[in-house]
């Protein structure tokens, strides 16, 4: 996983729920590194999007109660990022909750 910069805090999700992590994107091919600190395991998971948003969808890969921190690449390796009031982000950060959020 690359570096982080800046890493944008998205809350917490049920564990069921679709995380967005980047509102709009171009049409490609993706791939999402997500790094949890407590497990210290990496999963890498690779979806088609856009445009529009990059939405997360498959609960099972993730395991509930942790905080992931997730970086993007395209289908050139290169780092997606995402502006939000005037800050670039590339990463982000999520945690799922077992339980009602």
Known sequence: MSCCTNTLNLGCF???????V??????????LTFES???NHV???TLTGGPGPLTYTDAGVLQPGYTYV?????????????TVDAVVYNCWKFTYKTETV
């Not at 049920?14 to 967005?20: E, K, Q, S």
Request: zero cysteines.
């Open 70 to 82: 997730v970086n993007v690449t395209d289908s050139n390796g290169d780092a997606v990022t995402d």
């Open 43 to 45: 999963i890498t998971y």
């Open 37 to 39: 600190g407590v497990t």
């Open 22 to 31: 980047i509102d709009s994107i171009a049409d490609d091919t993706y791939t």
């Open 14 to 20: 049920r564990f069921v729920d679709a995380v967005t």
